[in-house]
């Protein structure tokens, strides 16, 4: 009968081993970034009220487009709003 002694490195090898492995099976991505964002995820990212969103709209702060009776934003300058800046360049409606 052989006794084999397992220390503290065999266990870490081996649970980067087994990370690697499922990594590849379950082959996560990156999610895909949206070039634009509905209404609602642009509320829900910037944590607004659906009336903050409107005046954003009507202000010009926010450029948009209009589809049917959806409202879309580019993801970008939906970005750097979070981001604190507001001057919105080369954005039309």
Do not use: C, H, W
């Amino acid at each position: 009968m052989n006794i084999e002694i397992l220390t503290k490195e065999d266990l870490a090898n081996f649970g980067t081993l087994l990370l690697e492995e499922i990594k590849k099976i379950v082959a996560i991505e990156e999610p895909v970034k949206k070039k634009f964002l509905k209404g609602y995820e642009v509320r829900k990212v910037l944590g607004v009220s659906q009336g903050t969103l409107q005046n954003l709209r009507l202000n010009g702060t926010l450029p948009y487009s209009k589809i049917g009776s959806i409202y879309y934003y580019n993801a970008k300058i939906v970005e750097n709003l979070m981001n604190g800046n507001t001057q919105v360049l080369g954005a039309e409606r």
